[in-house]
């Protein structure tokens, strides 16, 4: 168990539809990044957020869109969903101190079908 | 077109064989990770090399970074069923920002 927890574990929705996913990083990580996995695209790295700002930024299509809360949890939202959009979602923080060794703990991810 | 090259793409060995996978780039990095993904969960980082021509070793594994700090390469003695999984590289670009993945090798340890 890393820690960081995701919600919903499973979704399954309509094409057209928008879904929010939902994380909460590991006690005292001030990070969190979202990572898109699919079986074409592998890991891809979708957006960084650090204590409340955005970090750093991915391949982040502009339907979809992410924030953190003051209380470090986090959410990203996929609007106008397509069916290329059914990947797995993982969530991961750090304490966004380490630089360039920074640990990235993953949380289990949820697994998003879109129908 | 990836950034992070990774091969083999699936390797099948037996128990108590050796192995080499390799993560390879044109770009240079700040640092580079390794991960183990099993089905159905998150990515678990195995280590972190900064240095270039750093060697790491946990246990059974052996993590190269290359002198020019554009690939790494990860090396399992003695490998065992538990050692199945996907494993990733990740280099990180710039100073304290993202880590871009490489596809990863799927390795299957038969018992």
């Known amino acids: 168990d890393s820690g960081v927890t995701q919600t919903p574990k499973h979704l399954i929705t309509a094409t057209g539809q928008r879904v929010t996913l939902r994380c909460s990083p590991r006690s005292g990580d001030l990070s969190v990044y979202w990572y898109q996995q699919s079986l074409d695209q592998g890991l891809q790295f979708l957006i960084q957020y650090y204590n409340g700002e955005e970090r750093a930024k991915g391949n982040i299509l502009e339907r979809f869109s992410a924030q953190q809360f003051p209380d470090l949890h986090s959410e990203l939202n996929l609007s106008s969903l397509e069916l290329g959009d059914s990947a797995l979602y993982f969530c991961a923080s750090s304490d966004g101190t380490s630089g360039v060794a920074d640990t990235q703990y993953f949380g289990p991810g949820t697994r998003l079908t879109v129908l | 077109t990836q950034l992070l090259e990774q091969s083999p793409q699936f390797l099948s060995i037996q128990e108590g064989e050796n192995l080499t996978v390799y993560c390879n780039s044109s770009s240079v990095f700040s640092s580079l990770q390794w991960y183990r993904q099993e089905p159905g969960e998150g990515p678990v980082l195995l280590v972190t090399?900064?240095?270039?021509?750093e060697v790491k070793k946990l246990k059974r594994l052996t993590f190269q970074f290359g002198d020019a700090r554009k690939d790494s390469s990860l090396h399992i003695t003695a490998a065992q069923p538990g050692d199945t999984g996907l494993y990733l590289c990740a280099g990180m670009m710039n100073y304290g920002q993202n880590f871009v993945f490489g596809p990863g090798t799927r390795l299957s340890v038969l018992p």
């Open positions: 090399v900064v240095t270039g021509g």
